[in-house]
Structures are given as C-alpha cells and as structure tokens.
C-alpha cells in the first residue's frame, strides 16, 4: 500500500510542470468567476459560462475540455461529466510522460498534418484518450 502511494507520488511530480501550466490556467478561469473542485487526484475548473466574462471566454476556446497535468479545465460543469473519462485518460498520459508529453503531443499533430491527417483526431494521444475512455465507461479498462 505505501508502494503504491508513492508511485502516485511520483507521478504526480513527474507531471507538476505540466499542472504548473493548469493551475495557471485554472486561475485565470477562476479569477472570471469559475469554480473548483476535486476529483481522483485532480482539480476539475470550471467556467462559470451562464455570466461574463466566463460566457464570453468560453465561447473563444477552441475546446469543450483540456487537460494540463492534474488539471482539468471544462467550459461547463456538463461538459466535464461528459468528458471526464476521456480527460482522465489525458492525466494517466501526462503522468507517464512528464513535462515531455507537451512535445509528444505536438511532434504527433504535426506527424498527422504531414500525413494530411487531422492533427487532433488523428493524433496519437488522441486516438488512446477516446478508446480508454469508452472502456472506461463499459468498466473494460481500469485507469
Ligand atoms: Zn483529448
């Protein structure tokens, strides 16, 4: 048992430059009037889209939810339970890259865009968030 707390441990450092990154962001969310919660050993920010400017700011971003590290930012709290397993996938990877994950992600979009592919649907990372997440919610794959 204190084995395994302590590879948690160092997952969770091995990804605190990325959540670094998240907590920044998350802030920022927060200081426009978002909300905060916790979840499985993440932080779960939420915009708070039904005032300003959270309303305005979530309609300019290009996604429904990121994840940065142990940090997951939705637009709105319905967004985050829909996409939460696919997020937490997202964490498990941050977890096994590091800091490195960042570079990993953008050498694998731009690998697709070579390939004339869809930088986003197409990479890598992206592919394995959305096939964990629906074993996730068919309980076939435990994170
Ligand atoms: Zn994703």
Redesign the pocket.
């Known amino acids: 048992m204190q084995t395994r707390r302590t590879i948690q441990i160092a997952k969770m450092l091995w990804a605190s430059p990325c959540s670094l990154v998240g907590l920044i962001f998350g802030i920022i969310v927060l200081l426009c009037g978002g909300s905060v919660g916790q979840s499985s050993g993440t932080l779960e920010v939420t915009f708070r889209a039904s005032q300003a400017p959270g309303r305005a700011l979530a309609r300019w971003l290009p996604?429904r939810?990121?994840?940065l590290g142990h940090v997951i930012i939705a637009i709105t709290r319905q967004e985050l339970d829909r996409?939460r397993a696919?997020?937490r996938?997202?964490v498990r990877q941050y977890e096994r890259w590091g800091i490195f994950f960042f570079v990993a992600y953008a050498i694998s979009s731009a690998w697709q865009l070579l390939r004339g592919r869809s930088a986003?649907w197409d990479?890598c990372?992206?592919v394995d968030?959305?096939l964990r997440s629906t074993q996730i919610e068919r309980n076939e794959y435990d994170a």
Do not use: D, G, K, S
């Open positions: 996604f939810a990121i994840t996409l696919h997020e996938v997202h986003y990479n990372f992206e968030a959305r």
